[in-house]
Structure formats: C-alpha cells, structure tokens
DNA sequence: TATAGTGCTTTCCTAAAGGATAGTGGAATG
DNA sequence: CATTCCACTATCCTTTAGGAAAGCACTATA
C-alpha cells in the first residue's frame, strides 16, 4: 500500500532543472555557443528576447559558469560573451530536447 | 559583421521547454512512469508539492497526452493516473537531466 | 459515532518571470 | 552636426508560478 520511491531520478533532475529553467537561459546557451559573441548580436539571434530579460539572464548563466563576460581594451571597449567549458556539459540536454521538439512539431502538425 | 543563425536548435528547444517547463511537470511523470498511480502516492513522493499544484499539472500533463486519468468503477471509485506512451518519448530528456544534475551537485560539493 | 484517508477545490497571498517602451553615455560614421 | 551602434539600465506593468491553509464530499475503519 505504500508509494513508490523515485527520488533517485526526481532529485538531480530538480537541481538541474533549477539551473536551467524558463525560456531564454538555454537558448542564450545555445546562441553563444553557436559563437554569437556579441550582446546585440544574441539579441537579434534569439526572437522575441529583451534586452532586459538578456542581461539579466547572462548575469546569473556567469554565476553558474556556463558562460563567461569577457572585455576587450580596445577604443571602443568590447564587451564579449564566451562559453565556458562546462557549458559543453549540457549538450546532451540540448540534443535531447532539440530532438524532442523537432519530434512533437511533426506530431502537432499530423493531427490537423 | 552579421550574428550567427542559431534557429534550428532554438526553435525545436523552445517547443520542448514550452512543453515542460516549470518545477513540477518531469518529476510528476518521472512519478508516474515509475509507477505511482494514485494522487496521494505521486504528491509524497514528490517532497514539496501540494495539492493544489500537483492537480494543476496532472491536467496539463492530460491535455498534453503525456499521462491519463483512468475512473475504476469500484465501490469506492478509484481514480488512476498512468503514463501515456507518448511519456516514453522524455525518457532521454530526463536521463540526461539525471546525468547532469548527479554532476552538477559533485562540482558544487567539490568546491567546498 | 468519531476518526482517518482520498482526491481533490477554494481562497488568499507573494515572488518571480516576462514584456513594452524609453533612455543613456560614449564612440564611430556619414 | 546628426545619426547610428553598442551594451545596457530604468520604469512600469501583466501574467504565471507557486505556496500556505483550510475545507469538502465521500468512504472506510475502529
């Protein structure tokens, strides 16, 4: 009469979920490791993101060094945003749900 | 001088995430892919979440045909909750999850 | 008859996420 | 000299997520 246990799944999958959770944080990973370097230039490559929503989120993907803010002293100073290495770790993520999405558009289109 | 394209990975990702974002929605059908079927076993063995919630997202979960809700006409009804087959198609999603968080919580400790 | 369990709903609330729009200061560009 | 680019910040607002606590109709159990 008693529940089944699945906190060996449950767990690591809610600490990683609170480190990549809502809309923007792993598309701005995905940006930036595609090589947008650039504040502006993630901007544009993400629709629909906001400048204030960007700076906010790049701040706290710095805190968890997934990315690092990088500037350059030249005339003008460049601000660059780079991907640290332990953003690779979350490739896998990436792939899987990037083939799930693909998978579920094909579906969602099926039933009309 | 242009940004680089990342659409075709942040599309399909964005419809995954649309799909299950938020604290509670994988670690519910984690629940009930491991096998709990009534709403009390799958709110304990979920530390945290109430009532109120866990109803929310067993509806969404519902709509999006990842679980249903099966009425046993005993006396007393019983109500059932059970993994669609369609929930099978996350299991990537969420062992990758699992591997990252497992790591994830090691690197914190690590520093420490 | 009192108590407990089941599957929720209801109410009230706070915090966080997200969105729209405008602005800013410096430097470069025409 | 006006405009544009860059990397943001500021302000204001709406929506959503989530939490705390209580309750409720029904059944079962002691």
Known sequence: MGYLSCLDTVKPVRDAIDVINGKWKLPII????????????????????TPKVLAKELKGLEQHQLIKRVV???????????????????????????VWGLNHRKKIFEKD
Chains 1, 2 share one sequence.
Not at 30 to 49: A, C, K
Not at 72 to 98: G, R, S
């Open 30 to 49: 995905i940006s930036v490791m595609t090589g947008n370097e650039r504040f502006t230039d993630i901007q544009v490559s993400i629709p629909g993101i």
């Open 72 to 98: 350059v002293d030249d005339y003008p100073v460049k601000i660059l945003y780079k991907p640290e290495p332990y953003a690779d770790t979350l490739t896998p993520i990436i792939d899987a749900l990037k």
